[in-house]
């Protein structure tokens, strides 16, 4: 039994969230998470959750805690932004490379300077390289069941890793959507009891965490974490099956859509994926071969299924809505490495858009698929790298 | 030397009191020696040193653990010595 809802995205995590039930949450505000975590912290005031809420002096603090709180032997959450997640920096790598599962939703925003407080994904694609699991999502339906597939992932005694949960600021987090809530007990069945692994309170067995680890096994302590990484898609595969047997909803490293036989195809994340989606019904109405690939998985990111999926395709554009000045966009950097392996590829595009929260329109998907279709008939690249609809 | 997949995940240290066997003595490029008719045996020495390497026994310093002592020289700051004369001086190593 699901319970359908009009929710706005923050306030399906949080739901989330509270069926998770976690021991320990560290949050300071920021826009546009704040809401997430006032909606949290009434809970924890209305006592449906038994966690101890720790209010903080900032993002550093609310990360140290979490870290604190996880090493000790709970389950921990928080939720952040922008900024907040780049004040947390020094201390997201020490949360994964302590292999602590802390569970964080992240509410995509810019970052300063210029000052916006708008959706685009720089946050969590300057944090790709932390060692955090990062899944991304459509819409509140999917950031909801995300979050709550995100403690199964992380929580896996294969992995314990700290999860990223990324949904667009605003687009997602303060618009209201149909969805679907699973029924309390079923989450909790299906996440199931926290298993504490090499707990700081343990105090029969004293532990260190975060010794000094020099030149002779630095190195080899960064290999494991990186092997403790590979095993990451499959625990996410198993994990979207199990899901899928309790809600019904399908997921997996990313999502193709209608990319089969598609000549011509965008790869594109989160919310604007489900724009693209309604652009390419439209062209395939006018007999253009268009597809679409949103990337859920993003780290560890799944190179080989991603190279399968794209290499017959003529053309693809990947959007970013991030951008590496004096680079190519995040996720085109990672989509030609995987595409480079195959013999077979496409010609490759890179589209920076909706950088600090602009619209991304059905007519610049339009316009990018046009574009492709142009190449695909052997019309050549222009330009490998532009930004969409830049007033020029 | 362990290899990669014998190691703990997390680099988590999986016993108490282990830093007993890195030894930081040989860090030092200073090294505290004791004069013993000046201490007044007041434990300053002790209660400073952030390496517990000043040695004490029955209520009474002995001298100097120099298998850990860093050769910070708080100790011999903070010692008052009797009349102005102290009790720790700091020698530079290999001296
Ligand atoms: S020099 Fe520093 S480490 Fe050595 S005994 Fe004195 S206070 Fe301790
Ligand atoms: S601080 Fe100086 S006087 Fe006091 S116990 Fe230590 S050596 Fe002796």
Redesign the interface.
């Known amino acids: 039994m699901q319970k359908v809802v009009a929710v706005t995205g923050n306030e399906a995590v949080a739901n989330a969230l509270r069926q998770a039930n976690p021991d320990v949450c560290a949050a300071y505000p920021i826009t546009p998470a704040t809401d997430m975590m006032q909606r949290f912290a009434s809970f924890v005031s209305n006592g449906e959750v038994d966690t101890e809420l720790i209010l903080v002096e900032s993002e550093h603090s609310s990360m140290s805690a979490c870290i604190g709180a996880s090493a000790a032997g709970g389950r921990v959450i928080t939720a952040t932004s922008s900024q907040g997640l780049a004040l947390m920096w020094e201390m997201l790598h020490i949360a994964s ?4 599962p802390i569970i964080m939703p992240v509410v995509n925003r810019a970052l300063s300077a210029p000052l916006n407080i708008h959706g685009d994904h720089s946050d969590a694609m300057g944090a790709r390289d932390t060692g955090w699991i990062q899944l991304w999502s459509e819409d509140a339906q999917e950031a909801y069941d995300n979050t709550i597939q995100a403690f199964r992932i992380g929580e896996h005694l294969a992995l ?1 890793l700290p999860v990223m949960i990324n949904l667009d600021g605003f687009i997602i987090s303060h618009s209201i959507e149909r969805m679907e809530y699973l029924e309390d007990k079923a989450v909790e069945d299906f996440i199931g009891e926290f298993k504490v692994v ?1 707990a700081l309170l343990d105090l029969d ?7 000094l ?1 020099l030149p ?2 630095y ?3 960064k ?3 990186h ?2 990484m590979s095993r990451v898609k499959g625990v996410v595969l198993d994990v979207a099956e199990d899901f899928e047997k309790l809600s019904g909803r399908k997921y997996g490293l990313f999502e193709s859509y209608r990319l089969e036989d598609a000549e011509v195809g965008l790869v594109i994340m989160s919310s604007a994926a489900g724009t693209a989606k309604d652009v390419v019904d439209s062209l395939r109405v006018k007999g253009i071969k268009a597809g679409l690939l949103k990337p859920r998985l993003f780290r560890p990111f799944p190179y080989g299924e991603m190279a399968a999926s794209l290499q017959n395709l003529k053309a693809v554009a990947v959007m970013d809505r991030a951008d590496s000045f004096g680079g190519y966009g995040p996720v085109f950097m990672e989509v030609s490495s995987a595409l480079y392996g195959s013999s077979k590829r496409p010609a490759l595009i890179n589209k920076i858009y909706g950088l600090g929260g602009r619209d991304f329109l059905p007519a610049h998907a339009e316009e990018t698929f046009l574009e492709l279709v142009d190449i695909a008939k052997g019309g050549g690249i222009k330009t490998i790298k532009e930004y969409i609809g830049v007033r020029q | ?5 014998e ?12 830093a007993v066997r890195f030894k930081t003595g040989s860090w030092r490029a200073f090294k505290p020696l004791w004069i013993k008719e000046n201490c007044i045996q007041c434990l300053f020495c002790w209660m400073y040193c952030p390496d517990m390497s000043v040695t004490v026994q029955d209520g009474k310093m002995t001298g100097f653990d120099y298998d850990y002592c860093k050769g910070c020289g708080i100790c011999a700051l903070e010692c008052p010595g009797k009349k102005g004369n102290k009790a720790i001086i700091m020698e530079e190593e290999g001296k």
């Open positions: 490379g302590d292999n602590l314990r090499n067995k004293p532990k260190s965490y975060g010794p680890i002779d096994l190195i080899e302590y290999r494991l974490q092997e403790i | 030397m362990k290899k990669w997949h190691l703990v995940p997390g680099a988590v240290i999986l016993e108490g009191g282990s």
